[in-house]
């Protein structure tokens, strides 16, 4: 189930940055005392009390504006107020209320979305009264005083949005796959999802970036349930001028949040791209299952040792990810579309498989004793014991006598031999290095 989302909005700098990094508790935004540093919405995933929601900052509004950059701010903060459930509109207590606060006010009224006015900038608490008096006159009810740069009254707001999202905004989860489609604009995947599901769901057009928003589409193959996440294309960042398309940037990459698996779409005439291998970059990172499917293979001169040569070049460059299975297919001819469905199930189930403990602990000893473990100063690396204590990636504890020791080229081959005795095809595996108690000396 997607999470709920929060918007962050408000005039140029009102301290909605500053609010979201110490709300996302890391510094993602970039902060700057001069008004329109942040031109993108950033996007973070937070939580309060277990109850988890994602946030969304954006640029200053300037509702009347003829400068391209800001009216692009606008736009794309228009549209995070259209895709957020909970609308949080700042304003800054130490100037008071302005004309651009009215203007802002203004938007939000025709969302029909709920929206929390916040008064930021209230250091002292004995004078919040006279700071937000005037705000009251916006119509958003009684404004919430707080001071995003020592967290004051942050613990009341968070409570006053987590009462604001619906309802069922954190109910039992969809037990579906979620596959997001993902790729460069124009690769075939708004024609995949129609191809699979044998209807029009998506518009379909050559003209790169005609799906601006992420669409779900639930599916339904061989008794199991699938949710279909169709999504804009991801263009290199220095060619994502016009804000709609910057705000399908976010929108994709939250579609891969949320996902279970990601089908990455490559183009066969073109091939693997730098920003194909940064995408796959994304899902890797995320923990997410992936699956490379090369698409428009029937244009494709073919010899006979084609497809496999194209493989390797694809394996080669995406070591990281090599992992990954490759499926060629033409969505236009319908060409093994369906293996991509059967291959997501696998990937599925390798995701959420568990290994038992003295199944895994075997392999590992005898992993050990074929290779023995690095060594430093006369240390050596030493294994004692291994189990899994994750899925959706697999994730594995090994007890061990010292992190330092523990070479990148050793973990590599250890989850090799794991992945020799069981099939992680299409997913990453996660370690975790515990040093046994008294044995780093």
């Known amino acids: 189930m997607s999470k709920p989302i929060l918007a962050i909005v408000g005039r140029p ?21 001069t008004p329109g540093v942040t031109r993108d919405r950033i996007y973070a995933e937070t939580d309060w009390n277990g109850k988890e929601f994602a946030v969304i900052d954006t640029g200053g509004i300037e509702v009347k504006t003829d400068d391209t ?9 228009v549209m995070a107020m259209d895709m957020a459930d909970v609308i ?11 004309t651009a606060d009215s203007e802002v006010a203004d938007l ?21 009264y006279d700071l937000i008096y005037d705000f009251y006159e916006l119509g958003f009810g009684e404004p919430v005083p707080i001071s995003a740069a020592n967290m004051t009254n942050i613990g009341d707001l968070l409570d006053r949005i987590v009462e604001g999202f619906p309802e069922d905004a954190f109910g039992g989860a969809d037990e579906s796959v979620h596959i997001a489609i993902i790729g460069k604009p124009n690769v075939g995947k708004s024609s995949l999802v129609n191809a699979l599901t044998k209807q029009n769901r998506v518009i379909v057009s050559p003209i790169a970036g005609t799906t601006r928003d992420t669409i779900d589409t639930p599916f339904t193959y061989k008794d199991r349930e699938y949710t279909l996440i169709d999504t804009a294309g991801l263009r290199k960042k220095s060619k994502v001028n ?10 994709a990459i939250a579609a891969i949040e949320r996902c279970d698996i990601c089908v990455l779409m ?26 490379l499917v090369v698409n428009k293979w029937d244009l494709i001169e073919k010899e006979t040792n084609t497809m496999r040569d194209y493989e390797r070049k694809i394996k080669a460059e995406l070591l990281f990810a090599s992992y990954a299975p490759v499926l060629f ?20 189930d390798a995701r959420t498989m568990r290994i038992s403990t003295g199944r895994l602990n075997s392999i590992i000893e005898d992993a050990v004793m074929m290779r023995q473990p690095p060594s430093d100063k006369g240390r050596r690396l030493k294994v004692y014991y291994a189990t899994q204590i994750g899925t959706a990636p697999p994730l594995f504890s090994f007890s061990i006598n010292d992190r330092e020791l523990m070479h990148f080229s050793y973990s590599r081959y250890l989850e090799n031999k794991i992945r020799e005795h069981f099939n992680f095809e299409g997913t990453s595996i996660k370690f975790v290095w515990n040093e046994k108690r008294g044995e780093r000396k």
């Open 88 to 98: 949080l509109f700042m304003v800054d207590g130490k100037e008071g209320l302005t």
């Open 69 to 77: 950059i800001r009216s692009q701010m606008r736009d794309q903060a």
């Open 329 to 348: 297919t033409s969505v236009l001819n319908k060409l093994r579309i369906f293996d991509i469905i059967e291959r997501c199930a696998a990937i599925q």
């Open 266 to 291: 490559i183009d066969a005439v073109e091939g693997l791209t730098e920003q194909d291998k940064k995408i796959a970059g994304y899902a890797h990172e995320a923990g997410k299952g992936l699956m």
């Open 13 to 33: 700098n009102v301290g909605k940055s500053t609010f979201f990094n110490r709300l996302v508790g890391e510094r993602r935004a970039i902060v700057e005392d």
């Open 108 to 128: 939000l009224r025709r969302t029909g979305k709920e929206v929390i006015l916040v008064v930021n900038k209230v250091d002292a608490p004995s004078k919040a």
């Open 242 to 251: 016009d804000a709609i398309e910057k705000f399908s940037v976010i929108r």
